[in-house]
């Protein structure tokens, strides 16, 4: 690796053997929205150089408060294809698949093909059998899945392993709440509880609020699992995932970090 080469500060965390293992690995990212953008290029310059990107979105003025790839110059283009285009720019020798159709009932198949890990970051008014669908076909197939809704100032984040739980947890969590319009407690407990009474007011349209911090803090931390799932067994330092029924609960605001298990019912 020459000294002028992306990830040259990044071998010595790395190691040669991971940046291979990273380079090897594709990310399938169903929605390029705050998260999902912000997870493409972390993942890009962690090395990983093969991704499918679904997204039927194009980027409108509300974006420019927490996406990356929202400015003046891409308003109004697709989001898959804006963040394909920055991808190639970070690295040429990327390869990058795009749905614009976002997903759909129909190329869920197709979308997972060859996936190692899938990032989901659906809109919140994706209908419930979609979300559950690619979770359920995912975790039939193997896939490593991360997803880190956005509450205020940080996030909940749950990744589902192939050996372990599936995604369950999280998309009954989600119908639940536009269903009956609440959160569990525990929510209260940690983030502000005024963000989480203007979020569940939100899910019914799907145009959740938002800050420039939030993705930031859910993307660090599923990217972050998402590298040691990849490298765990492989490269010296790395751990396992924290994988459900362990689900990690982040608020900056409060400064709040917990790892609950809900298993032991204490999100119901």
Known sequence: MSNDDMLNRSLPLLTEAGID?????RV????????????????????VQSFKLADPGAFDPPDMNRQWAATGASLGRNKALVYR???????????????????????????????????????????HSLRESIHRKAHER??????????????????????????????????VAKEQGSLPRIFDEIFVPQHMQAIVR??????????AVGPLIATSLLA???????????????????VLPKVMFFDLNRMNHRIIDV???ALA
């Open 142 to 175: 193997g896939v490593f899945s991360v997803v880190g809704p956005i509450m205020g100032f940080g996030c909940f984040a749950l990744c589902s392993s192939p050996q372990g739980l599936g995604m369950e947890y999280w998309t009954q969590t989600l119908k």
């Open 202 to 211: 939100s899910l019914e349209v799907g145009k959740v609020p938002t800050v």
């Open 263 to 265: 298993s032991e019912g």
């Open 224 to 242: 972050t699992e998402c590298v040691n799932h990849l490298l765990h067994d492989l490269v010296p330092g790395f751990r396992e995932p924290i």
């Open 85 to 127: 285009e920055l991808i190639l720019d970070l690295n040429p020798r990327a390869k990058v698949e795009i749905f614009v159709e976002g997903i759909t009932d129909h190329n869920q198949d197709e979308f997972l093909s060859g996936a190692d890990i899938l990032v989901d970051c659906l809109d919140a008014n994706v209908p």
């Open 28 to 47: 399938v990212i169903a929605g390029c929205g705050g998260v999902g953008g912000a997870m493409a290029l972390t993942l890009c310059r962690m090395g």
């Open 21 to 25: 293992k990273l380079a090897s690995s």
